[in-house]
């Protein structure tokens, strides 16, 4: 599975747009982007995927450059239960193993 | 709720001892994963199941096994505990075959080694 990079960390004020870069630059034809995110503890929530087209969820938008090398998670109003550990991996559909790889992932901290 | 269950919640116990975890996944979901989350630390894949066989494996100790059951639920045994295997053990299941990939998650397994 493609590696990728986000930023450590990231803050976005209440009722804004909270824009996360994800950098994949090795991505391959057949691995999708997906998001996560852990609340404090929690169990990994799923947010959303894709391939190529944009994506569009009740929770978050997902914009994937052309090239697909990188992609961006919007939430469109942030609000402070969004504070949050969000992960972008890439890969690929298989019948048989997964073998889902998290990274560090980005502290988002929404402030009041 | 995801629908992925896990018990226990919380466990504690000494050095040296063994302990099971156990996870039943969403109703229809073949696949279980088990990751293991030390403080403050990142999601580690430890190993995955589908439809009661081994699909994939990462960083598992030797100490640490898992197996899933014809009803599909999993069992992740942990034994010779150590103080370093303190951590939040979560479970997570995906839909069958195919599918669109995604993981649900339970709310793990807080493991204390005293």
């Known amino acids: 599975d493609a590696k990728t990079t986000q930023p450590p960390s990231m803050d976005c004020a209440e009722g804004r747009a909270a824009n996360l870069p994800c950098n994949h630059s090795?991505?391959?034809?057949?691995?999708?982007v997906y998001w996560y995110r852990q609340i404090h503890s929690q169990g990994p929530q799923y947010i959303i995927h894709?391939?190529?087209n944009n994506e569009t969820n009740e929770m978050a938008s997902l914009i994937i450059t052309e090239d697909r090398k990188s992609s961006t998670l919007i939430l469109p109003h942030a609000t402070l239960r969004d504070t949050a550990v969000y992960y972008c991996?890439?890969?690929?559909?298989?019948?048989?193993?997964?073998?889902?790889?998290f990274g560090a992932g980005t502290r988002l901290f929404v402030k009041a | 709720d995801s629908g992925v269950t896990q018990t226990p919640k919380h466990l504690i116990t000494a050095t040296g001892q063994r302990v099971t975890l156990r996870c039943s996944p969403r109703?229809?979901?073949?696949?279980v994963y088990w990751y293991q989350q030390s403080l403050d630390q990142g999601l580690q894949f430890l190993i995955q199941?589908?439809?009661?066989?081994?699909?994939a494996k990462g960083n598992i100790l030797e100490r640490f096994s898992a197996q899933q059951f014809p009803d599909l639920h999993s069992e992740l045994n942990l034994s010779s505990l150590e103080l370093g295997d303190s951590a939040l053990y979560f479970c997570?299941?995906?839909?069958?075959?195919?599918?669109?990939?995604?993981?649900?998650f339970g709310e793990g397994s807080r493991l204390t080694v005293l």
């Open positions: 997570a299941s995906s839909p069958r075959g195919v599918g669109t990939g995604e993981l649900f």
């Open positions: 991996i890439v890969r690929a559909f298989d019948t048989g193993g997964f073998k889902t790889i």
């Open positions: 894709g391939l190529k």
């Open positions: 109703s229809g979901d073949l696949s």
């Open positions: 090795t991505i391959s034809g057949n691995e999708y």
């Open positions: 199941y589908y439809n009661g066989e081994e699909r």
